[in-house]
């Protein structure tokens, strides 16, 4: 790394701390119902939504009903936009005249906006209106968004309550949200983008005439207003095909710093709500050191090996063996790094990079992030009750270690709500290593390969462990529209989800019900040192048992093929 990385990396945490305590302090008086700045344009229109829902915000919701009524919306609207992308030949707004998707393309698509995931089996600018891009996909990055962030709060206020047996209300909670957190955010950061160069029109695209006089077509529509959404709220589905490597949606230096930014701020934000709200900021804080910790060790690894590049590089008289492929000139080795890393520690998958194109170990990192649960300040809500169960877990064995019953902020951890952590860990294991072990030998699957060996091996592995993670990004090597990727990875992307947030619900109802404790001289403390170094341990530790031989058989022997020397067609 060079100074000026180094200066990068220094900046880029300072703004994130600096604006991790008043983000936490607005979403607390948002989730709490009390007035805010922008109660008086929202409070009315909150209370309108209210009314034509029949949805009373005041209904303390136990687990189990919260969780109903986030599955039948997600349902509902997973539906709306299936037969949105189906029909869209007849709807307005498609000066292209593009088609409707195909039944496994629509459900695909559907299921992973649904899911936060944005997974993306086409191209954008190729395949989709513009009624399509904002009806189905934009409108879906705020409520999916919303959904994430609504599961976390609950789970901060089960921990947090003295006694009951409420987790909030679902419609309050997501509707309150994007009324007063997403979307006011959003219109300021679009303007932004569009200050900086990122279009936002509906004209029809342009053919322009190259000096070759070749003809060539240049797709525009209205992109400010998605990626500011797919940023903030780590949906990262691209308006164009290129994503954040696109000049008209990623075009400046000072775009791309933002962008990065946005994608960790309300993730950042909510660990210090959830010190805040257990009264003990210090635990928040310590959360968030061990957050940063690991984000940082996988921005200088995944850095490290793209400038140290490939050696046969060198052997062939290259001055410099840093490995430029498939990146930005305008972004280069560090911000083409920099964001891979960020965009796997959140379940955001927007790239300015084409991951699939990184050094072996470099590509390792972006792939064990989301592998480790995209808990390294994660996405917006998810990585928050992913890293609080490893929380639990690290509590429950220190507590085994000392001889006392674990505790977690004055609760007692028990058999219960380490069986419902344990639950969602091994769905997501299972999801990862089974779907990949049956695309690595089914032929339908191994149809989908561009690559041989470790390489191809890694790409299917990527393509699982980014639809179970919720992520969307991709080794992009893999030809993965077809019905057989496009039907397995939505059910991956299913698993993924919904089989991580309803055993955290329930952990979340769990402990609401129980007392708080007053800590004694034995309770093991979460706010100091000690802690962050045990929880990074866990994380280390689970990922490395479950994840590690799949890892072997992937990056890490391409790492050694192309140590050897070996190339391959």
Same mark, same amino acid.
């Given at each position: 790394?060079?100074?000026?990385?180094t200066?990068q990396?220094?900046?880029?945490?300072?703004?994130?701390?600096?604006?991790?305590?008043?983000?936490?302090?607005?979403?607390?008086?948002?989730?709490?119902g009390?007035?805010?700045?922008l109660?008086?344009?929202?409070?009315?229109?909150?209370k309108?939504?209210?009314?034509?829902?029949?949805?009373?915000?005041?209904?303390?919701?136990?687990?189990?009903?919260?969780?109903?009524?986030?599955?039948?919306?997600?349902?509902?609207?997973c539906?709306?936009?299936?037969?949105?992308?189906r029909?869209?030949?007849?709807?307005?707004?498609?000066?292209q005249?593009?088609?409707?998707?195909?039944?496994?393309?629509?459900?695909?698509?559907?299921?992973?906006?649904?899911?936060?995931?944005?997974?993306?089996s086409?191209?954008?600018?190729?395949?989709?209106?513009?009624? &399509?891009?904002?009806?189905? @996909?934009?409108f879906?990055?705020?409520?999916?968004a919303?959904? /994430?962030? =609504? %599961?976390?709060v +609950?789970?901060?206020?089960?921990?947090?309550?003295k006694?009951?047996?409420?987790?909030?209300?679902?419609?309050?909670?997501?509707?309150?949200?994007?009324?007063?957190?997403?979307?006011?955010?959003?219109?300021?950061?679009?303007?932004?983008?569009?200050?900086?160069?990122?279009?936002?029109?509906?004209h029809?695209?342009?053919?322009?005439?190259?000096?070759?006089?070749?003809?060539?077509?240049?797709?525009?529509?209205?992109?400010a207003?998605?990626?500011?959404?797919?940023?903030?709220g780590?949906?990262?589905?691209?308006?164009?095909?290129?994503?954040?490597?696109?000049?008209?949606?990623?075009?400046?230096?000072?775009?791309?710093?933002?962008?990065?930014?946005?994608?960790?701020?309300?993730? &950042?934000?909510?660990?210090? @709500?959830?010190?805040?709200?257990?009264?003990?900021k210090?635990? /928040?804080? =310590? %959360?968030?050191? +061990?957050?940063?910790?690991?984000?940082?060790?996988?921005?200088?690894?995944t850095a490290?090996?793209?400038?140290?590049?490939?050696?046969?590089?060198?052997?062939?008289?290259c001055?410099?063996?840093?490995?430029?492929?498939?990146?930005?000139?305008?972004?280069?080795?560090?911000?083409?790094?920099?964001?891979?890393?960020?965009?796997?520690?959140?379940?955001?998958?927007?790239?300015?990079?084409?991951?699939?194109?990184?050094?072996?170990?470099?590509?390792?990192?972006?792939?064990s992030?989301?592998?480790?649960?995209?808990?390294?300040?994660?996405?917006?809500?998810?990585?928050?009750?992913?890293?609080?169960?490893?929380?639990?877990?690290?509590?429950?064995?220190?507590?085994?270690?000392?001889?006392?019953?674990?505790?977690?902020?004055?609760?007692?951890?028990?058999g219960r709500?380490?069986k419902?952590?344990?639950?969602?860990?091994?769905?997501?294991?299972?999801?990862?290593?089974?779907?990949?072990?049956?695309?690595?030998?089914?032929?339908?699957?191994?149809?989908?390969?561009?690559?041989?060996?470790?390489?191809g091996?890694?790409?299917?592995?990527?393509?699982?462990?980014?639809?179970?993670?919720?992520?969307?990004?991709?080794?992009?090597?893999?030809?993965?529209?077809t019905?057989?990727?496009?039907?397995?990875?939505?059910?991956?992307?299913?698993f993924?989800?919904?089989f991580?947030?309803?055993?955290?619900?329930a952990?979340?109802?769990?402990?609401?019900?129980?007392?708080?404790h007053?800590?004694?001289?034995?309770?093991?403390r979460?706010?100091?040192?000690?802690?962050?170094?045990?929880l990074i341990?866990?994380?280390?530790?689970?990922?490395?048992?479950t994840?590690?031989?799949a890892?072997?058989?992937?990056?890490?022997?391409?790492?050694f093929?192309m140590?050897?020397g070996?190339?391959?067609?």
């Amino acid at each position: 790394m060079t100074t000026r990385d180094t200066i990068q990396l220094g900046l880029y945490l300072i703004v994130l701390i600096l604006a991790t305590k008043p983000l936490a302090l607005h979403l607390e008086k948002v989730f709490e119902g009390s007035k805010n700045l922008l109660s008086p344009i929202f409070g009315p229109i909150e209370k309108l939504i209210y009314r034509l829902l029949g949805v009373n915000p005041d209904e303390d919701q136990h687990w189990t009903k919260y969780s109903i009524d986030l599955l039948v919306f997600s349902g509902v609207t997973c539906g709306f936009t299936y037969l949105l992308l189906r029909a869209q030949k007849f709807l307005p707004l498609n000066p292209q005249g593009f088609a409707g998707m195909t039944p496994d393309l629509a459900y695909n698509t559907a299921m992973s906006f649904t899911t936060n995931t944005n997974w993306q089996s086409y191209g954008g600018e190729s395949t989709l209106s513009y009624l &399509s891009q904002m009806l189905a @996909l934009t409108f879906h990055n705020f409520i999916s968004a919303a959904v /994430g962030i =609504a %599961v976390a709060v +609950a789970l901060i206020r089960g921990i947090s309550k003295k006694e009951g047996k409420g987790i909030g209300n679902f419609w309050a909670d997501m509707i309150r949200c994007n009324l007063y957190v997403l979307l006011p955010i959003c219109i300021v950061y679009a303007l932004f983008l569009i200050s900086q160069g990122v279009i936002q029109n509906f004209h029809a695209y342009d053919i322009a005439t190259t000096l070759e006089g070749v003809k060539q077509t240049i797709a525009q529509g209205p992109v400010a207003s998605q990626v500011a959404i797919k940023m903030l709220g780590t949906n990262g589905g691209g308006f164009f095909n290129a994503n954040a490597a696109h000049p008209y949606e990623n075009p400046t230096a000072l775009s791309n710093f933002f962008q990065m930014l946005s994608i960790f701020l309300i993730p &950042s934000a909510l660990v210090y @709500l959830l010190g805040r709200r257990v009264r003990n900021k210090k635990h /928040g804080w =310590a %959360v968030w050191a +061990a957050m940063a910790i690991i984000f940082v060790v996988g921005v200088l690894i995944t850095a490290h090996y793209e400038y140290q590049g490939n050696p046969k590089l060198a052997e062939l008289g290259c001055s410099s063996p840093a490995n430029m492929e498939g990146k930005e000139a305008r972004f280069g080795i560090f911000n083409s790094a920099f964001f891979a890393t960020i965009t796997t520690d959140a379940s955001c998958g927007a790239v300015n990079a084409m991951h699939d194109s990184f050094t072996p170990l470099g590509g390792a990192v972006p792939l064990s992030n989301i592998m480790l649960g995209e808990i390294i300040f994660g996405g917006v809500g998810s990585g928050l009750y992913g890293m609080l169960m490893y929380i639990l877990l690290t509590v429950f064995i220190a507590g085994l270690m000392i001889g006392r019953t674990p505790e977690y902020v004055g609760k007692k951890i028990e058999g219960r709500e380490i069986k419902y952590v344990m639950f969602a860990m091994i769905v997501m294991a299972l999801s990862i290593l089974g779907f990949t072990a049956w695309g690595a030998l089914d032929p339908r699957g191994l149809a989908g390969l561009n690559n041989p060996a470790g390489h191809g091996f890694s790409e299917i592995l990527y393509a699982y462990t980014s639809g179970t993670g919720n992520n969307g990004s991709a080794f992009a090597g893999l030809s993965a529209n077809t019905p057989f990727w496009n039907w397995t990875l939505a059910f991956a992307m299913f698993f993924g989800r919904f089989f991580m947030m309803i055993p955290m619900l329930a952990v979340a109802g769990s402990l609401a019900k129980k007392k708080i404790h007053p800590g004694g001289e034995g309770t093991f403390r979460v706010d100091n040192s000690l802690f962050v170094g045990l929880l990074i341990g866990v994380i280390l530790l689970v990922g490395a048992l479950t994840f590690f031989p799949a890892l072997s058989l992937g990056p890490i022997a391409e790492h050694f093929d192309m140590l050897q020397g070996h190339l391959f067609k």
